[in-house]
């Protein structure tokens, strides 16, 4: 059974980092993709960054592209999300997702992490 738990939320103030991690388990994923999605209250969930595993290809959205980097340890199953200058629109839950595929649904999400940014 596969399971992925995010760990490295918190709360800061606008301008600081965090570093979130995912781990995975019950699966490989190095012939996939693996990502960040966010979730503000009331909002839908949004992309936030795909890493291709055989590549290290990598695709932010634009919101955070240039604060944000995603990699990943293959050897350890595990993806980052590296997150600098951060801002009080950055806050929200953040899940951690998965797939064996190149595209399309990912099939597996974690149980999320809290960041909250406060100015």
Same mark, same amino acid.
């Given at each position: ?26 699966? @490989? ?9 966010? &979730? ?5 969930? +949004?992309?936030? /960054? $795909? ?19 995603? @990699? ?9 999300? &590296? ?5 009080? +629109?950055?806050? /929200? $839950? ?26």
């Amino acid at each position: 059974q596969v399971q992925l738990v995010e760990s490295g939320g918190g709360s800061v103030r606008a301008g600081a980092s965090l570093r979130l991690s995912c781990a995975a388990s019950g699966g @490989s994923f190095t012939r996939g993709r693996m990502g960040w999605f966010r &979730q503000a209250p009331g909002k839908e969930r +949004e992309f936030v /960054a $795909v890493i291709w595993s055989s590549d290290d290809i990598t695709y932010c959205s634009d919101s955070v592209k240039g604060r944000f980097t995603i @990699s990943r340890d293959n050897a350890k199953n595990t993806v980052y999300l &590296q997150m600098n200058n951060l801002k009080p +629109e950055d806050s /929200a $839950v953040y899940y951690c997702t998965a797939s064996v595929r190149l595209m399309g649904q990912y099939e597996y999400w974690g149980q999320g992490a809290q960041v909250t940014v406060s100015s």
